[in-house]
């Protein structure tokens, strides 16, 4: 039983989630969390966090520790016999090498300033990639929308146009109106109809673009959130494109990444110059080495030993030398510490020519500031047209929107004052179907000029550094 449970708990809960409504706020996480560009970004933001503790182990320094050892075999003196003999012979050795820079031109200092720009670079290139996104999201979002209401427009003209075929069969009954007017009713409801299939097919084409925008597989069951949206009022089109563009420049993600872009190259200058200056550097080092073969020592007894005769006499001379026997190798610990050596200094190393690499470097930062600097200006002149151009063109909708309103209401009223005259006969079901489509036209102007005005301005919200939100 307990079983039987589970698994309808987990039938329902899958139908749940593929029944889930997504909001703009779950769209837009969704694409910053799996965008494949993103991530990549984020990567390069890991990477410059590996360089920058590279740039701190430069303070810190070299040590290395070192041993070998080794096997002599062939020909060599047998300390028993003193005759040369094929034998093998062992040998370790030990050593501990240290070194640090005193002084190198500050060239450690500007890295470590380098990697933490870098790692500056990387946030920014990382934060306005996700702006993007969200906008980019935005957009699709109120794509599906408009695509959306537009849907309900057309079943409410499909709605009217067959209650018309349906007055116009009883007008034709009653002898008011011809049968051929009523084939003109019908033909105007075929063609609505049309045009609610064509804006049903736009609205899955544009849920489908958005869920392949967040990656998702499930594309016959993704759908937005229900929500009717309504156009807010919003003070950003009194904000001249001026006071739009201060506040860009100075908070959006792209700028500063230009210019921090900037700051790196004239960081960069500043290493390469550090290159010509004299390097001093400290150096220690330590070693020893262990030997593993027998050896001959003093037994502390002697023995006269001739070394030649008296001449005349003929009497031997006797010197007395010390009896030696065979041991083993002296202790690994005692090896140690006899041969033991140490080594330290100072080193100097002055740059003089190096095939003009050092001077060619710095010549070429150089350029790469004064190209950077192109860069950002250009950046900031892009910026400046593109909020220009956006807020001509938010109010440009916001009066396409107005004059929308405007003349769907003159389209509404020209609509029931022909379908009164039409009813009496007063006019030809060709006029009244004309009146009719350019009601029905107002009605599609009006939700196309609001989800452009939305988003117009939107973008000029983005750029103000309002945050990307439908309410």
């Not at 849920?207 to 759908?223: E, V």
């Not at 960069?268 to 110059?273: A, D, G, I, R």
């Not at 000029?449 to 103000?464: A, G, P």
Request: charged share 25%.
């Amino acid at each position: 039983m307990k079983k039987n449970l589970f698994f309808i708990f987990l039938i329902i809960s899958s139908f749940s989630f593929s029944q889930e409504k997504w909001t703009l706020e779950m769209c837009v996480k969704r694409a910053i969390d799996e965008n494949i560009s993103i991530k990549q970004s984020e990567l390069d933001y890991v990477d410059a966090e590996i360089s920058r503790k590279n740039a701190i182990g430069n303070f810190i320094p070299n040590v290395n520790v070192g041993s070998s050892h080794s096997w002599n075999v062939g020909l060599n003196q047998n300390i028993t016999t003193g005759l040369l003999e094929n034998i093998t012979t062992q040998f370790s050795s030990m050593n501990l090498n240290l070194g640090i820079d005193v002084y190198n031109g500050l060239k450690n200092i500007k890295q470590l300033h380098l990697a933490n720009l870098r790692i500056l670079s990387s946030q920014f290139q990382l934060a306005d990639m996700k702006e993007d996104i969200s906008l980019l999201v935005a957009n699709s979002y109120l794509q599906i929308l408009f695509n959306k209401e537009f849907i309900k427009i057309q079943e409410s003209q499909l709605e009217l146009s067959k209650s018309e075929v349906e007055r116009a069969k009883e007008l034709v009954e009653n002898g008011v109106i011809p049968k051929g007017d009523l084939y003109e009713f019908e033909a105007n409801l075929a063609g609505v109809e049309k045009t609610l299939i064509d804006a049903q097919n736009n609205y899955a084409l544009s849920k489908i673009s958005l869920a392949q925008l967040l990656l998702l597989d499930d594309y016959q069951n993704f759908d937005i959130a229900d929500k009717e949206y309504e156009l807010q009022v919003s003070n950003i089109l009194d904000k001249s494109p001026e006071e739009i563009f201060a506040v860009a420049v100075s908070t959006k993600n792209e700028i500063k990444l230009f210019e921090t872009n900037l700051d790196i190259a004239k960081k960069n200058l500043e290493l390469n110059k550090s290159f010509l200056q004299p390097r001093l550097s400290a150096f220690y080092s330590y070693s020893t080495r262990i030997a593993y073969s027998d050896r001959l020592v003093g037994t502390g007894e002697f023995q006269n030993v001739p070394i030649g005769f008296v001449e005349n006499t003929n009497q031997r001379v006797l010197t007395p030398v010390q009896k030696t026997r065979i041991i083993g190798a002296e202790s690994f610990s005692e090896q140690f510490d006899r041969n033991a050596g140490q080594n330290f200094g100072l080193s100097l190393s002055i740059p003089i020519l190096n095939n003009f690499s050092v001077r060619s470097n710095v010549d070429r930062s150089k350029v790469n500031i004064l190209r950077n600097e192109n860069q950002l200006l250009q950046k900031k002149l892009d910026l400046e047209n593109t909020i220009n151009q956006a807020h001509k063109d938010a109010q440009g909708a916001m009066k396409a929107f107005t004059a929308s309103k405007k003349s769907l209401e003159s389209r509404k009223l020209s609509y029931d004052y022909a379908r009164d005259k039409f009813e009496l006969g007063a006019m030809s079901s060709f006029d009244f179907t004309q009146v009719k489509q350019r009601f029905e036209s107002a009605q599609s102007d009006l939700i196309t000029s609001k989800f452009d005005l939305i988003f117009k301005i939107k973008v000029l919200e983005f750029y103000f550094g309002v945050p990307i939100s439908i309410d």
